[in-house]
C-alpha cells in the first residue's frame, strides 16, 4: 500500500510504549497495531487528530504516501525514486 504510517518513529522520539499511546488515545492496544504495522485500511480523523494531540506532531508526521514498488529503491543518482519526479 502507498501510505506508509511511522507511529513507531513518533513513538520512538517521544519515548514512549504502544501500550501507552493506546491508552492515551483511547484506542486498543491490538488496534493501534494494526494500525502501526499498515494493516489498516482506514483511520479515523478523530483517532489521527487523538493520536497528534498526544504524540505532539502533526498527521504528515504520522503518514507519509511512497509510490507501489518504489519504496526504499534508489537510483545511480542517489535519489530515491519516489523522489526522482519531484
Do not use: Y
Not at 543518482?77 to 526522482?84: E, F, H, I, R
Amino acid at each position: 500500500m502507498p501510505i506508509v504510517v511511522d507511529i513507531d518513529v513518533m513513538l520512538a522520539r517521544r519515548k514512549m510504549a504502544v501500550g501507552t499511546l493506546a491508552e492515551r488515545v483511547g484506542i486498543t492496544p491490538a488496534n493501534l497495531a494494526v494500525l502501526k504495522n499498515g494493516r489498516a485500511k482506514a483511520v479515523r480523523f478523530t483517532t489521527l487528530a487523538a493520536l497528534c494531540e498526544v504524540l505532539e506532531c502533526q498527521p504528515g508526521d504520522l503518514l507519509r504516501w511512497e509510490p507501489d514498488g518504489t519504496a526504499g529503491t534508489v537510483t545511480s543518482a542517489g535519489v530515491s525514486a519516489a523522489d526522482a519526479d519531484r
